[in-house]
Structures are given as structure tokens and as C-alpha cells.
């Protein structure tokens, strides 16, 4: 069996089905180990749509599974040395999941994500116009859309139930609910990843504004990098040649179907509108050329 162009959704036989997430379908394969399968599907304004976006979820994988090897250094992650073949036992399944799955250790995740702004866009840009601050840290006055801050800044947030808006907090509030030690070490660590990931993509076209991550904890405490990681999804990606302090960059993601949407009469509610062919391609496009200029693939 051929793994399809597109994904929208599993249902192995193989496996218990654990979760389904906004875009990854998640399996329990024993007390140690769990499957996570990247499916093409896609949410704006957090509502899943009806139409994949064809090689998504195999790009988010190729990403991650890259920085995560990349980032080694700084911190362990979440990927087991079970392979896909010794976790799912039948072979079509496992063809339908090549490039698109991995198996991972069983984690506890932290309740807050962990967010690094490079650049003041999107809610940071909203809040410091209203307060001169980004989640309650003082900025210089005068500031720009999308400008590189002086620093990056790492402002955490809550994780939303699916459907629901992640909410961002101050690190008080972040250290209240993880403890200030692990709070700090989490900060730490996503400022780390964040500075170096820059700096790589930086020589390779692409300017990181600002991404999330998220961590969880082994039986013993220790930290890990868990999820996807500095991938179009969890990242804004603007390319060099066309950034402009003053302008909203194009990125690399799905803003064309953010765009797109806009031009609807649709109150972001679900259910999702269908999406054209070209805005489905263009997407695609989108992806693919973000894992080549960051993978060399």
C-alpha cells in the first residue's frame, strides 16, 4: 500500500486510538511509549477545516524530527528508539504512516506553553500598543510592526481546550503554575533554542518572528522537548527578501489560507468553508519550500 498524498484522518486497527488533536491523531502503543501521527489537516482561527493540505503533515514531521536532532545539545526530546515497524504491526497501516508518524516516550506535559518573540507581530504587537508591554514586559517606546525587539522575550501562555483561544500570561503566573525553578529552566532553555534556531534559519532565508514549545516531564523530573518544534505551524516565518519593518511579512504557513478566509462571509465558527484548489497548492507550496530551506531536503 502507496502512503496517500493526503491525510486527513486515522484509524489504525493496530493501535488505541488515545487523542485527536487539532492535526496530530494520537495512539497508545504501551506504559512507555505512545504513536503520534502529523495527519494534513489544517485549523484557522482554531477551527479545524474540511480540506487537507496535501504533504503537511510529513513536512511538520521532517521539521521537527530535524531540530529536535539539531537541539540534542540543549535539551533531550520526546522521540523513543522504538521504530514505527516494531510499534505498528500491520504493513499497510504502516505504509500509510511513512514520514508522517513517530513514536514517542510517554511524558506528563507542562500546562503552559512556551512562547519566544523575536519580533513584535501578531498579539504581542496588539497588546504593546495598548500597554507599551508584551504579557507584562516593558518594551521600549516607539516601536514598529515588525520589528526585531532588542531582545527575544518569552512570554508563555495557556494551553486552550481545543475550539478555544490560548491565553497569554506573565511569568508570574507561568512560575505559580509550574514552580519557579522549572519555570525559569523552561524559560531558559526556550530562549536557548529560540536564539540558536534563529540565528540557522537567519542564513537560510528566513527570519523566525516568533515560536511556541512545549515540555513535559520523565518519572524523575527531567525536562523534554516534546510535540513538533519550529515548524510553519508552531512558528511565524517570514522571508528575508521580503521583510519591511512598518508591514505584516508574508510567512510561511497558512496565511494564505488566513487570507483567504477573510475574504468569507464566515463568522469562524465551525463548520470550516471548503478551500479552493490554488489556495490548497499555494499552501502545500508554502510548507515544502520552509522544509527546504531549513532541512536542504
Not at 3 to 25: F, I, N, W
Not at 273 to 278: K, T, V
Request: hydrophobic letters at 40%; glycine letters at 6%; charged letters at 25%.
Amino acid at each position: 500500500m502507496k502512503s496517500p498524498t493526503t491525510l486527513y484522518e486515522t484509524a489504525l486497527t493496530s493501535l488505541a486510538l488515545q487523542a485527536r488533536g487539532k492535526v496530530r491523531d494520537i495512539y497508545h502503543i504501551d506504559d512507555a511509549h505512545l504513536l503520534i501521527v502529523t495527519t494534513d489537516r489544517l485549523s484557522a482561527f482554531d477551527v479545524i477545516l474540511p480540506d487537507p493540505i496535501p504533504g503537511k503533515g510529513r513536512v511538520l514531521t521532517a521539521v521537527s524530527n530535524f531540530w529536535f536532532q539539531r537541539m540534542r545539545h540543549i535539551i533531550p526530546n520526546h522521540l523513543a528508539g522504538l521504530k514505527l515497524e516494531e510499534a505498528v504491526t500491520n504493513p499497510e497501516e504502516c505504509a500509510l504512516l511513512e514520514g508522517r508518524a513517530i513514536v514517542v516516550r510517554k511524558l506528563r506535559p507542562l500546562p503552559v506553553e512556551a512562547v519566544v518573540r523575536g519580533y513584535l507581530t501578531g498579539s504581542g504587537w496588539k497588546d504593546y500598543q495598548k500597554t507599551g508591554a508584551v504579557c507584562g514586559i516593558s518594551l521600549p517606546e516607539g516601536l514598529q510592526m515588525a520589528q526585531q525587539l532588542p531582545e527575544p522575550v518569552f512570554t508563555p501562555s495557556t494551553k486552550a481546550e481545543q475550539g478555544t483561544h490560548d491565553e497569554n500570561i506573565d511569568f508570574a503566573i507561568a512560575a505559580g503554575l509550574l514552580g519557579q525553578s522549572l519555570a525559569e529552566q523552561v524559560r531558559d532553555v526556550s530562549l536557548r533554542i529560540y536564539r540558536e534556531a534563529a540565528s540557522y534559519a537567519l542564513e537560510r532565508g528566513i527570519i523566525i518572528a516568533d515560536t511556541k514549545f512545549e515540555f513535559g516531564l520523565d518519572a524523575l523530573g527531567e525536562l523534554y522537548l516534546i510535540d513538533e518544534v519550529l515548524t510553519p505551524d508552531s512558528s511565524r516565518f517570514w522571508p528575508v527578501d521580503e521583510y519591511r519593518v512598518g508591514i505584516s511579512p508574508p510567512s510561511f504557513d497558512k496565511q494564505i489560507v488566513r487570507d483567504y478566509l477573510e475574504t468569507l462571509d464566515w463568522n469562524k465558527t465551525p463548520p470550516g468553508p471548503r478551500l479552493p484548489p490554488e489556495v490548497l497548492a499555494k499552501t502545500a507550496a508554502k510548507y515544502r519550500e520552509a522544509e527546504n530551506r531549513l532541512t536542504g531536503s
